[in-house]
């Protein structure tokens, strides 16, 4: 049996003997960089392990070598007679559980079954976050708990990564709509609200700013002064999408940046990485005088700091970007 989870933590507590079987821990964070239908391919790699560089600090050479070795371990599903795959509610999840879908689905499958384990929440724990908060004792408790996926389930993960990967949003945002009921009543009853989430984080029409950097903002209007508090909150509030701590400075870092700033932190240089400064997690967060303007509405952030930023399949770049996301009405706005 092989089992695939979302992370190290998980899959460590799994191999003290919770399941019988081989783990594979999927590494990846697909709410950040370029995504593309078929990732695999020379030209994709390279171009998401730059941005993700870039962006994230995660060395090009060591990410395409990660990628390659899990694919080759990927590829050996065939010595097993079942896979399980371990995953929970949020973006980070989902949009891997989509991916691994979209995978499987192109595979002749033969005489190995496909099997999924997906959780929003656990008995005795007031706020679920995911499997790594769980103890081993915990996991076991889970361990045989998976449903069997089935062909339905393959189609409806191929869609949902397809229209992620898609420069066009509104191809997502349409197969929500359209499918709302059947994800709900699937072996993906996560994915509607996770990908939902996800259109949320591009810039609103009123004033710019995506979901993540809103709340950051308001945050920070509200007396939260550290990064580390801010971090605490932010993903706090934002649990659904499942975000980590290196792709929340990258959030930092742009709020930051260039000659228009929303935000300052003590010490700090605009572009620079943030996570170098000495203590920076207790540094100062300070916000602007064009942040607080933003915020209420009266400047728009891509207007005046522009944006170079990648949601799914879509790169919105510069200070003129083709959609946003209507806070009003609850959808996207083509401009």
Not at 105 to 111: A, S
Not at 115 to 132: T, V, W
Request: glycine share 10%.
């Amino acid at each position: 049996m092989l089992h695939i989870v979302n992370g190290d933590v998980v899959g460590d507590k799994l191999k003290q003997g919770v399941v019988q079987g081989d783990v594979l821990v999927w590494r990846e964070v697909y709410p950040a960089g370029p995504i593309f239908t078929n990732p695999v391919g020379a030209n994709e790699r390279a171009m998401r392990a730059r941005v993700l560089q870039e962006t994230m600090d995660i060395p090009a050479s060591d990410y395409i070598k990660s990628c390659e070795e899990q694919e080759q371990n990927l590829r050996e599903y065939i010595k097993y007679d079942e896979v399980v795959l371990w995953f929970e509610h949020d973006l980070f999840d989902q949009s891997m559980l989509a991916y691994l879908l979209h995978w499987f689905k192109g595979q002749n499958l033969d005489r190995t079954k496909l099997s999924l384990l997906c959780i929003g929440e656990y008995p005795g724990i007031e706020r679920f976050y995911g499997l790594g908060q769980l103890t081993p004792a915990q996991l076991q408790t889970l361990s045989g708990k998976w449903r069997a996926i089935g062909r339905h389930e393959l189609e409806l993960g191929s869609e949902l990564w397809q229209a992620y990967a898609s420069p066009d949003p509104l191809q997502l945002s349409t197969l929500l709509t359209n499918k709302k009921a059947e994800l709900a009543g699937s072996g993906l009853p996560y994915a509607y609200d996770a990908f939902t989430a996800h259109l949320k984080r591009l810039p609103s029409k009123r004033n710019g700013l995506g979901i993540v950097e809103q709340t950051t903002i308001q945050a920070v209007r509200n007396g939260v002064s550290t990064p580390l508090e801010l971090f605490r909150l932010v993903t706090d509030s934002l649990h659904v999408l499942g975000m980590g701590d290196i792709e929340y400075w990258k959030v930092i870092r742009a709020l930051m940046q260039g000659e228009h700033p929303l935000l300052v932190i003590e010490g700090a240089e605009s572009g620079i990485d943030v996570r170098r400064i000495p203590d920076f997690l207790n540094r100062q967060v300070t916000l602007t005088a064009l942040g607080n303007a933003v915020l209420s509405g009266s400047k728009d952030r891509i207007a005046v700091q522009g944006i170079d930023e990648w949601f799914g399949g879509l790169h919105l770049h510069g200070h003129e970007i083709s959609w946003r996301f209507d806070d009003l009405v609850g959808g996207l706005v083509q401009q």
